[in-house]
Every structure is written in structure tokens, then in C-alpha cells.
């Protein structure tokens, strides 16, 4: 995606929803979450219906995500896309939508994901495919990835395993302020550390959960989006990097592509880290805040474990991170970009409740998809930072 | 007369064997193969019908010495739960490629990241065919 061709501040979110979530009721299908989202995400804006005009959906359970939507919701749109890239298609979308707002090709966008793994079992949801290079040493993926990373960091820059939990307790602190969160109980680092091994460094709590649900959000001009009754968050910058597709491909497991897509997004936003207030910054497993903190230019290469140390990215803390309690406490649907997305929408409207993050005017909500593989930033601004 | 349309097809074709089965071929015979770019002066792994970047087809089959630096590991819990935990790493081999394996004879709470290791064939098993598994150099001699 060119950044010179999008326009700062040319396209806006006016309408933010979530579906149900973490366990739905039995036999909801991803499109019904789907569509409960989308009309939720038009009231917010006072939108209809008949005014989408561009749809944009990704789901691993639908392989022809668009066409389910639009059958269901009778919609017969001018534009679509079903870009599959992991959980951080739905901000690569967002790049996408903006592009298609821009040229005209539609004026209202929908962009929308919804996921029953929790109900079908993730195996069905997202079954695993073969790559006979690391399927026969059966790598337990994407958790034997990630652990791996992990293990490269604490290697390379003495990153302990107390600090990687403390990105999970953190989560956790955000998660009790949200009543959406599925998990209900504070966490302590000995708790993460003496829970069930899955992959080491890792145990069950440093891993993301596996919930039902999903979300939508309504995207249209800056012109169209000041006519609406909903405060716009406008799209400052969009950036994205694909680095590999299998963790034995990735070039250095301590260097994320958000090292490229952070800038790009910065590059055409004009703001810098210092200037970002909010970040919610996809958190399959604890390792990954570390990474994408260090690659965003939050604090130098190697220093994130330490950087998390203290509370610092918890409530109350220097910087807020992942304020809805992220993939590792509040609801991880499979592809958990779009529920990223939503939560830095509302942080920067001023609408997050009890965990508001004050004078969050600008915010980067940061994707990542199958193990390190996709990177996608998104940097969302208030109407006084356009 | 009828034709054998596989038979043809398979004589127009260019490519008689997938680079996987290359690759599996070579392991048959206790061998760790990987692919050279003639043109890039550089090792290609995976095994693919061209090299990255520059898209040369002049890929020439090597046989590795087997040996490499442990880049990264993790001790893994089987998903049936009551089975014994196993060892799966990246390895940086001596010729200049990175690949996924397993390090064996030892627990794998002690392999760690830049021990020397040395490759051994897995016989593989009933529906796997052999492949590549690590041991410590140390352990090796």
C-alpha cells in the first residue's frame, strides 16, 4: 500500500460495535455475530443498511467471507475485499477501505469479522496446514513460534521470565476494568509462571484465549463522517509489512515487521511515538507487547521486558496498553484485529468507561497475524489532531 | 486409440520431481539436502522451484555437513497431555540456512540457544518418511 497515495485524516471510523462475545449462544454461525455487529456499529453512527456501499470482512471459517456477508445482509456492494492475512487483516482492511473511500469506488465502508472457535473447537475453526518443513517436527503453532521469539529475546537481551508475565498481569488489571472481559479474577506473575505448560517459556496465561466473537466498524469520508451523530476518529496512518509466512522464514525473531510498518504509519500520519496516548497492540501471547513496544519506537531494541517492569503499560501506569484487556484477558476470537480496532476507536472518542485513558487524542492500534508472519499499524487521531 | 493423459502430461512437463520429494529422497539416504542459486552465490532453504528474490532457476542440489548452532528453542507439551514433553528449534546450519528440527538425547530443558549440534536421520515412521533430527556435538563424539 502506497502511503503517498492516502491521505491523512481522508476517511474516518463513525460507528464501532462487538457482537456477543466469549460464548455464544449454541449454533450462531460467524455471519450471525457478524450482522448482529454491523447493525449495532450503524446505530452508533445513524447510519441504514442501504448506505454500505464496501464491504470488507475476513473470517477463517468462511473461505468466501465477503459473498456470506453480503447474501446475509442483502447487500450488493460496488466494492469488496477478503484479504486473509491473519489476525492483521482488519487494519490492513482499514488501509484498504481508505483507498476505496478515497478513489470513490464506495462511500460507506463496512469493515467486519465474527468467529465461533470457542463453540466449534479451534481446530475446526482454523485448521492447521501443512508444511512439511516444520509440520514433521510438530511445532505446536502458533504457540511453539512465539515461544521460540521469546526465547531468542531472553537470550539475546536477557529479558526475564518475570517480566514476559508481567505483560499478561497487566492485561489482566485492564481486563477488570472492562465488563466485557471474559476473564473476572486478578493474576498474579507466580500465578502465569505455576500455570499449565504449553510451550516454554510459556504457560497457558501467557497465551491468548479462545473465545467466540466479533465486531464491526463503519468507515466513511471525513466530509460524509462530520454530518453523523457519532464523533469520528479519523485514520492518521496506515503502514504494513509481510516478513514470512513460517517461523523457520522469519529473518531474526527478535525484529517484528511492525519495525516497517510503524514507520510507514508514523511517516504518513506526521506524529511520532511520543505523540501516541493510547496503543493496543495485538497480544496473541506476552512476548509480542515486548516486541511490537521496541519495534514502535516506545523503547530501544532489547529493552521492552524491562520496560514493562513495574506496571508500567498496567492501569495507572507511564503508558496504556491494550486498555480492554487484550487477546490475553478480555476476548481473543481468532482473528482479534478488528476488536483492537474498536477498543482504540473508543479511546480516542472518549467512551471507554472506567478504564478511559485521559487526553487519549491519538492512538496506534497495531495487528499482527500468523506467527510474527504480517504486520499492520493503524494510527487513529481525534478531530483536533487532523 | 485411447490416450494416457498422465502419461503425456507428465512428459510435457518440465518438472519430473517436486522439490519436497527432493528433499525426501535425499533424506531416504541419510542425507540433509539443501539447494545452492548458481546465480546468487547463496543457499536456498526450503527447497523451492526458484530462488527467492532474484526467481533463478539454476538451483543446484548440495548435501550439508550437518552441523549448526541451536537459534532458538522451546520445550513442548504434547496436546494429549499424559505424553512426554519434546524438544522443537531453529538451527543455523554451518552452510548458511536456517531450518526447524528437534534436538535428541538429552532433555529438553537442557538444549540451549548456540549449543553446537550435528544432524541424524530419523528412520521416520509407518506414514513418515525420514527426516532430519539434531544431537549435540559433545554428545555426538
Known sequence: MSQTTLKRGSVAIVGAAESDLGQVAPDMSPVDLMAQATMRALDDCGLKLSDIDGVFAACTQLSMTTSDVCEYLGIQPKYQDSTRIGGSA?????????????????????????STQRSMTRALASPRENFHYETIYRLRSPVGAYAMAASRHMHQYGTTRDQIAEVAVSARKWALLNPRAW??????????????????PFTVRDCCLVNDGG???????????????????????????????????MPDLTVSGAAISGPQAYAMAGVKSSDVKVLGLYDAFTINPILFLEDLGFCPKGEGGRFVEGGRIAPGGQLAVNTSGGGLSYCHPGMYGLMILIEV??????????????????GIAHGNGGVLSTQCTAILGSEATV | MATDNTAVSMQMNEIKSSPLNTYIEYCKKGQLAYQFSLDDNKPVFYPRVVAPKSGSRNLEWRVSKGLGTVYA???????????????????????GFRMMSR?????????KIGMRVTMRMHPGGEKTPPYPVFVPVEHAK
Open chain 1, 90 to 114: 482488519f487494519m490492513s482492511l482499514l488501509a484498504h477501505a481508505q483507498l476505496a473511500l478515497q478513489s470513490g469506488l464506495c462511500s460507506v465502508a463496512l469493515i467486519t469479522y465474527g
Open chain 1, 183 to 200: 476473564e473476572k479474577d486478578p493474576l498474579t506473575i507466580e500465578d502465569v509462571k505455576k500455570a499449565r505448560p504449553v510451550s516454554s
Open chain 1, 345 to 362: 476507536t473508543r479511546q480516542v472518542r472518549g467512551d471507554a468507561g472506567a478504564r478511559q485513558v485521559k487526553g487519549a487524542d491519538i
Open chain 2, 103 to 111: 534436538i535428541e538425547d538429552i532433555p529438553s530443558d537442557a538444549v
Open chain 1, 215 to 249: 465486531g464491526a466498524i463503519i468507515v466513511t469520508t471525513a466530509e460524509r463522517a462530520k454530518s453523523l451523530k457519532s464523533k469520528p476518529v479519523y485514520v492518521l496512518g496506515v503502514g504494513e509489512c509481510m516478513s514470512h509466512r513460517n517461523i523457520s522464514n
Open chain 2, 73 to 95: 528453542t522451546t520445550t513442548t507439551t504434547d496436546l494429549a497431555r499424559d505424553k512426554p514433553v519434546y524438544n522443537v528449534c531453529l538451527i543455523d546450519i554451518d552452510e
